[in-house]
């Protein structure tokens, strides 16, 4: 066999064993989210924490965040690590995710020597708290979103510390699933221990080693040979999540990425300081979102192992929501991770137009339903995390109600057989979220709509969601998707269960109350009124957009029989493109900011043709920027469009180019 030939059979070999770990977790775990929503991830690390390999169907989510985590187990522990320790971990601060999920690294020695680690990362239900589930969008502190663990050995020399594991288990609600999941991942940690040491007697121990190092090495080489074709330059963007759940105020993100030869430079400098809600993450998290983004956009093909991601650089100050502090909550870590990977989606798509992509539904999408149950340790726990519309790209339009690219083999939502089986629940509907789509020559995937049921005589419910006020983004001009939205129905009325849309925290259900789900659908590419009418009538046909929103989005006239009335749509897209607002930019000296919110000083003439009041939001799009530039209105006595170098820079626009101005619209229009 040649040297390539045995390096194919190595990597293969590693990877077949993490593909035996998701196997042994599926079939052993005890909790719905990790054997049927797929909310876990496994790995294999080298014993200085890079990652040597992963399973195709593995969440990036929880994996590309594994390194920063055994990186810190290994400083911790140093010289102190033994054949027979466990360790434990799930801190946001040191390189977690959020509480929930929780790491179990297995040590795997060589000749005396620590050689790698099997690592499992598991969502577990629920890890203690002040509400059911953990997550929640009206904590203040992480204390109450559940027991923080910090690198841990719970395993000392094969000696399990029982003790401590009580303490842990016994501050958990369904004590009996927790200690399920923590025996499948112990399981199914010795057994992955068992493979990697029959592949040391198959290939021998120097040589799989010296492998292993030349994958990471030809992996680099590959990601630093895609970085070298960009442009070199800085691109910018910006975008924002909803709010911190206690107030209306939005929190900011800001990216400035750097192309230089063969490396990037993420700096997140300038975004929203850390707050006293969920929307915060740890340090680990953005370079997680932008080696998610890079290896998507540069080199989607070629496995997954530390080397892709050497050539990143991460500059994100300690102290603002994306690198939080302790005693900030992190419950929020998939929200704040899909900000990032939107700004470098965006980012991205001014450096290579032709991969652009709109926004996706911004985050979990946590709902969480619980109430007493007597058959299941005193109460059910429902954790739902409904999928929504990915975005368009410049070829295809976007999917319904799935997973993105940067979030695994996370299902889009659980069975209703199993639902019903294991809660007091029944799911009344399912189906797609009509109009829900952001509009474009392609546009995005519709999100879902579902309708649960409480069928017991109390519950409760708790939520953490994004983009429930500030929807997806489109590009290229193209239109952002409808916003999430959760609401409860009671007794044929609509009642929100929270001042602050998407922010949910023990909210009382009664009998007979529905949990209605609205999730967003994907950003638009492109301008809408370009979108083929024989597409646009499928759309229509399919029940994915009505005749109506097909005539005043997409300007594409529907006659009586189902077919494109060819002469009205030409007349009915005319007096649309009419009706759209243009203007030259210029060069604006003055602040624009105030506070995290971006203001857009509008021509006053201009505002009353688009009928916009002082404080709404807007964006201005233009067919070259990645994602359209998002502010609030603010009327003023002028009559030119000036924007900031930076907001300019946002836009990947210059002084002089003609820009759409319009209202971002919250639900489908």
């Known amino acids: 066999m040649n040297e390539i030939g045995r390096l194919e059979l190595i990597r293969e070999s590693l990877v077949a064993v993490v593909n035996e770990m998701r196997a042994n977790v599926i079939h052993s775990s005890y909790s719905s989210i990790i054997y049927e929503g797929h909310d876990f991830s496994c790995a294999l690390v080298a014993g200085d924490g890079r990652l040597i390999a992963q399973g195709l169907d593995d969440n990036p989510i929880h994996n590309f965040a594994v390194p920063y985590s055994t990186a810190e187990v290994v400083r911790a522990f140093g010289d102190d690590i033994h054949e027979g320790d466990i360790f434990l971990h799930n801190d946001p601060y040191t390189g977690g995710t959020h509480l929930n999920d929780v790491l179990m690294l297995y040590p795997v020695f060589h000749d005396g020597r620590l050689a790698m680690f099997t690592a499992t990362r598991c969502h577990w239900g629920d890890v203690g708290g002040m509400t059911p589930g953990s997550l929640s969008g009206r904590v203040q502190e992480i204390y109450q979103e559940g027991l923080r663990v910090v690198p841990t050995r719970i395993c000392d020399r094969g000696r399990m510390n029982d003790a401590w594991l009580s303490l842990l288990f016994d501050n958990m609600r369904i004590t009996r699933e927790r200690r399920g999941d923590f025996n499948t991942m112990l399981g199914t940690s010795r057994k992955a221990a068992e493979h990697v040491g029959r592949l040391f007697a198959r290939f021998g121990g120097r040589a799989l ?47 400035a990425l750097t192309v230089a030869g063969d490396r990037i430079v993420a700096d997140f400098t300038g975004s929203s300081p850390q707050t006293k809600g969920p929307t915060n993450v740890g ?57 990032m990977c939107g700004l470098v989606v965006s980012a991205l798509g001014q450096a290579l137009p032709e991969r652009r992509v709109g926004d996706l539904k911004g985050g ?11 058959d299941r340790d005193g109460i059910f726990l429902f954790y739902e995390y409904p999928a929504a519309g990915t975005g368009a790209t410049g070829r295809t339009d976007g999917n319904h109600a799935v997973r993105a690219f940067p979030e695994g083999d996370f299902n889009a939502v659980q069975s209703a057989e199993v639902v019903e089986a294991q809660s007091p629940l029944r799911i009344e509907s399912h189906g797609l979220r009509e109009g829900s789509c952001g509009d474009g020559e392609f546009r995005g995937g519709l999100g879902l709509r579902r309708d649960v049921r409480i069928l017991g005589d109390e519950a409760s419910l708790s939520v953490l969601a994004d983009k429930n006020i500030i929807p997806p983004f489109g590009v290229a001009g193209g239109v952002g998707g409808a916003a999430n939205r959760f609401t409860v129905i009671r007794n044929g009325e609509t009642v929100e269960p929270s001042p602050v849309p998407g922010k949910v925290g023990d909210f009382g259900l009664q009998a007979g109350d529905v949990v209605r789900m609205e999730t967003s659908g994907g950003g638009g590419y492109g301008d809408p009124l370009a979108r083929a009418p024989d597409r646009v009538r499928d759309d229509v046909t399919l029940g994915y957009i009505s005749p109506d929103q097909a005539k005043n989005r997409y300007g594409v006239v529907i006659d009586p029989g189902g077919d494109v009335d060819a002469l009205e749509t030409e007349k009915q897209r005319g007096r649309l493109r009419s009706s759209q607002e243009y203007a030259a930019v210029t060069v604006s000296n003055e602040p624009d900011l105030d506070g995290p919110r971006r203001r857009i000083r509008l021509p006053a003439a201009l505002a009353r043709r688009l009928d916009i009041d002082s404080g709404a939001l807007v964006e201005i799009a233009t067919p070259a920027c990645g994602a359209a530039l998002r502010g609030w209105a603010e009327i003023a006595d002028r009559t030119d469009l000036a924007l900031s170098t930076e907001a300019l820079a946002a836009l990947g626009a210059q002084a002089g180019d003609a820009v759409e101005i319009r209202a971002v619209h919250i639900g489908p229009r």
Do not use: Q, W
Not at 301 to 328: C, K, Q
Not at 364 to 372: A, E, F, I, L, T
């Open 209 to 255: 080693l010296d492998a292993i190092e030349e994958l990471i090495e030809r992996a680099e080489n590959v990601m630093r040979g895609r970085i070298a074709e960009i442009p070199d330059g800085t691109y910018h963007a910006e975008g924002y999540l909803d709010s911190d759940g206690h107030g209306a105020a939005p929190l900011r993100g800001r990216l």
């Open 283 to 339: 340090p680990a998290m953005a370079f997680n979102a932008v080696a998610s983004i890079v290896k998507s956009f540069l080199d989607p093909d070629t496995p997954v192992n530390h080397g892709s991601f050497n050539p990143i650089e991460i500059v994100n100050p300690p102290g603002g929501f994306l690198n939080a502090t302790l005693p900030a909550p992190c419950g929020g870590m998939a929200e704040c991770r899909a900000l």
């Open 364 to 374: 979990g999408n946590h709902v969480y339903v619980s109430g007493p149950h007597r």
